[in-house]
């Protein structure tokens, strides 16, 4: 940012992107920021004609610069990572939660996991929610579809929801607002050049899958934005 553009004043704007779900709001949130001691309001205008439909770009149009490929052969069975967004419909602690998987996090900010990779009595807790993948430099498949199989455990994602990935950048290996279906969505995935990002849309009602090396250790978060 050019700090002395605009007197070093600047409108910061929000708005909801349209289309995401039953979610609406119009409206857009501003604040203020000042690089200065200046109170004067900011005269900087909105950029006009910005897409705020709830989309990614076009899968097609990602195309990486320096290409990579994906293997067909993942360390790890795609199906038993395959994480369902959702809210919980029976109340775990007092609340409704949004999940992946079958069980939300629940963390001891006092236990890091980071600092317990090596405690079997913490990693089996399910309240950790850990998934191992312990493989050395190999490709791992994830699998996140916006549709539940079971209507009496969990609500399905009410929207369009962007997941994001810590610790590595990924591949799309599919993106699709369709429902998985698991005898043709893995016929089809792209292994050549995919798009490379850390956070990608899950469609409404749709599904990702997506690729990434486990080439750095670490405990690393898998999440909605």
């Keep these: 940012m050019n700090q002395t553009a605009g007197d070093g004043k600047f409108w910061m704007r929000s708005q909801l992107s349209t289309g995401c779900g039953n979610i609406t709001h119009p409206v857009a949130e501003l604040g203020i920021l000042r690089y200065g001691n200046s109170t004067n309001l900011p005269t900087t205008t909105a950029q006009p004609d910005i897409n705020i439909r709830?989309?990614?770009?076009?899968?097609?149009?990602?195309v990486p610069v320096v290409p990579w490929f994906v293997s067909k052969r993942p360390a790890n069975d795609p199906e038993e990572n395959r994480y369902e967004a959702g809210v919980t419909i029976p109340e775990y602690k007092g609340f409704h939660r949004w999940a992946l998987g079958n069980r939300p996090m629940w963390l001891d900010y006092q236990r890091p996991t980071i600092t317990n990779l090596f405690d079997e009595k913490y990693l089996d807790n399910p309240d950790i929610a850990v998934?191992?993948?312990?493989?050395?430099?190999?490709?791992?498949?994830?699998?996140?579809?916006?549709r539940s199989k079971n209507q009496n455990e969990r609500f399905p994602a009410p929207d369009a929801h962007p997941m994001h990935m810590h610790g590595h950048d990924f591949a799309i290996l599919a993106q699709l607002n369709a429902s998985f279906d698991e005898e043709t969505a893995m016929k089809s995935l792209k292994y050549e050049n995919p798009p490379r990002r850390d956070t990608a849309l899950l469609p409404l009602g749709g599904y990702l899958v997506v690729a990434f090396r486990t080439d750095n250790a670490g405990a690393w978060l898998v999440h909605c934005q």
Excluded: F, H, Q, R
């Design 54 to 62: 709830c989309k990614d770009e076009p899968y097609e149009s990602l």
């Design 131 to 146: 998934v191992d993948m312990n493989y050395d430099d190999e490709w791992a498949y994830l699998i996140i579809t916006g």
